[in-house]
T-cell receptor
Framework: DAGVTQSPTHLIKTRGQHVTLRCSPI?????VSWYQQVLGQGPQFIFQ???????GRGNFPDRFSARQFPNYSSELNVNALLLGDSALYLC??????????????FGPGTRLTVL | QKEVEQNSGPLSVPEGAIASLNCTYS??????FFWYRQYSGKSPELIMF????GDKEDGRFTAQLNKASQYVSLLIRDSQPSDSATYLC???????????FGSGTQLTVLP
C-alpha cells in the first residue's frame, strides 16, 4: 500500500507570494493533519481535518489555511509568505482522530524556502 | 502551555551499547505517547507507541511510560550505526488529539 504522499517535494518562493501544498493520505485514512518543522525543532501542529471538517487548529496566523476534499486529500495554503515560513511542511494521516489508539503516519514532506 | 521536553543531546554511544532517550511532558491529560525517528533531511518515521504504564518491547526497542512522573523513555539495545538519527518524543492531547513534539534528541552510534 502506498503511504502518505505530498507534493511538491521542494519549493522556492519569494516573500509576499502564496503557496499551495498537497497531501494524499494512506488509503482508508480519513484524517489529515499538517505540521510545520523548522530546522532544529520538532514539528508544530497547524491543522487537522477529518471528513472535510476542521477538527483543530494550532497557533498559526490566518495566512495559513487548509481544506480537505471528498477523497480525503488535503491542501495547505499559505499567503503573504514571510522568510520565517521557510520550513519542512509535513502531512500526517490517521484512520480516526480522537480514538484511544490513533496513530499518525507522516509523508515525506515539502521543503519550502522563502527568499 | 503543553510542553514536551527532551535532552537535545547530542548523545553518543558505541556500537552494541544501550542508548537511553528520555522525555517529560507537562499535560497530565495526555493519553498516547509516541517515539519517531528522523534521519537528516527526511520526515519522522514511527518507531513505537505506548498508552499504558509500564514497558512495551518491539525488537531492539523498549518504550517505558510512567504517567505519575509524566515521563516516557526509549531504550535501544544493541545500538547500530544505522540508528544514528534524531529521536522525537510526541504526546497527543487537545480536541484534535494533535501531536505535541519535543525538540528531539540527536543520537550518534559510533562504529
Amino acid at each position: 500500500d502506498a503511504g502518505v504522499t505530498q507534493s511538491p517535494t521542494h519549493l522556492i518562493k519569494t516573500r509576499g507570494q502564496h503557496v499551495t501544498l498537497r497531501c494524499s493520505p494512506i488509503s482508508g485514512h480519513k484524517s489529515v493533519s499538517w505540521y510545520q518543522q523548522v530546522l532544529g525543532q520538532g514539528p508544530q501542529f497547524i491543522f487537522q481535518y477529518y471528513e472535510k471538517e476542521e477538527r483543530g487548529r494550532g497557533n498559526f496566523p490566518d495566512r495559513f489555511s487548509a481544506r480537505q476534499f471528498p477523497n480525503y486529500s488535503s491542501e495547505l495554503n499559505v499567503n503573504a509568505l514571510l522568510l520565517g515560513d521557510s520550513a519542512l511542511y509535513l502531512c500526517a494521516s490517521s484512520s480516526l482522530p480522537g480514538g484511544p489508539q490513533d496513530t499518525q503516519y507522516f509523508g515525506p514532506g515539502t521543503r519550502l524556502t522563502v527568499l | 502551555q503543553k510542553e514536551v521536553e527532551q535532552n537535545s543531546g547530542p548523545l553518543s554511544v558505541p556500537e552494541g551499547a544501550i542508548a537511553s532517550l528520555n522525555c517529560t511532558y507537562s499535560d497530565r491529560g495526555s493519553q498516547s505517547f509516541f517515539w519517531y525517528r528522523q534521519y537528516s533531511g527526511k520526515s519522522p518515521e514511527l518507531i513505537m507507541f505506548i498508552y499504558s504504564n509500564g514497558d512495551k518491547e518491539d525488537g531492539r526497542f523498549t518504550a517505558q511510560l510512567n504517567k505519575a512522573s509524566q515521563y516516557v523513555s526509549l531504550l535501544i539495545r544493541d545500538s547500530q550505526p544505522s540508528d544514528s538519527a534524531t529521536y522525537l518524543c510526541a504526546v497527543t492531547g487537545g480536541s484534535a488529539r494533535q501531536l505535541t513534539f519535543g525538540s528531539g534528541t540527536q543520537l550518534t552510534v559510533l562504529p
